[in-house]
């Protein structure tokens, strides 16, 4: 599975956040998605998997090298914000953009246009993945669990693996608060939180963008 393959089927979880419910996670659908993701990760065959009450889903990638090596954690969020709907979201992949307005909602006339977000000219050439305008896409944070699972996959073995690495994907952050307390569990020496660039209007569009990592130690 590619990581556009998979971040299109997260996308299809709803996962919003509310702020008013105080609970962790705040949602039911963000309990749904860490089963599912907790699934994947068992089929990849990756260790000491838990999922807890409040939706914190943890596991092990092991090194597979006779010395001892360091740990590196990679964490993520699954829930998305609270301030646009992500319930039934629509992506679309635009092929090599070309630097123009992107017409996201031609019956509602919802455009996405260079002209308010100059950022999007730092992408031309490249593809982008957006929504109808109706809803979030997501991109924040399902791009850095799609990046995070493709690499645990990747670096399965046979494929040597010169570190140890700990996964924490997480619910709460967008209403509450990454609550990092359980990071000790595997004495991480170094962690990267994978949180993927993405624009925004008042009408909670995102745009997927190229997240490309240099993983140090991770040959």
């Known amino acids: 599975m590619t990581v556009v393959d998979r971040f299109l089927q997260y996308v299809k979880f709803d996962t919003q956040s509310d702020e008013e419910t105080n609970m962790t996670p705040s949602t039911p659908g963000q309990m749904i998605f860490a089963q599912h993701l907790e699934n994947e990760l068992r089929t990849m065959g990756l260790k000491d998997i838990s999922l807890d009450e409040n939706g914190y889903l943890m596991a092990t990638l092991p090194g597979n090298i006779d010395k001892e090596v360091p740990t590196v954690g990679f964490i993520a969020h699954l829930d998305t914000s609270p301030d646009m709907s992500g319930r039934h979201v629509t992506p679309r992949i635009v092929q090599s953009y070309d630097g123009g307005d992107i017409t996201l909602n031609p019956t509602e006339n919802i455009v996405l246009s260079p002209r308010q977000f100059p950022e999007l000219l730092d992408y031309k050439g490249e593809d982008l993945i957006v929504t109808d ?87």
């Open 133 to 219: 305008g109706n809803t979030l896409l997501g991109a924040d944070d399902k791009a850095g669990i799609a990046d995070d699972y493709s690499i645990y996959e990747f670096r399965m073995p046979p494929s040597p693996l010169e570190t140890w690495i700990e996964l924490l994907t997480s619910t709460a952050v967008e209403a509450a608060g990454l609550d990092m307390s359980d990071m000790t569990r595997a004495g991480m020496v170094r962690d990267m939180i994978v949180e993927n660039p993405f624009l925004a209007t008042d009408r909670g569009i995102q745009t997927l963008m190229p997240l490309n990592i240099k993983l140090m130690n991770l040959r």
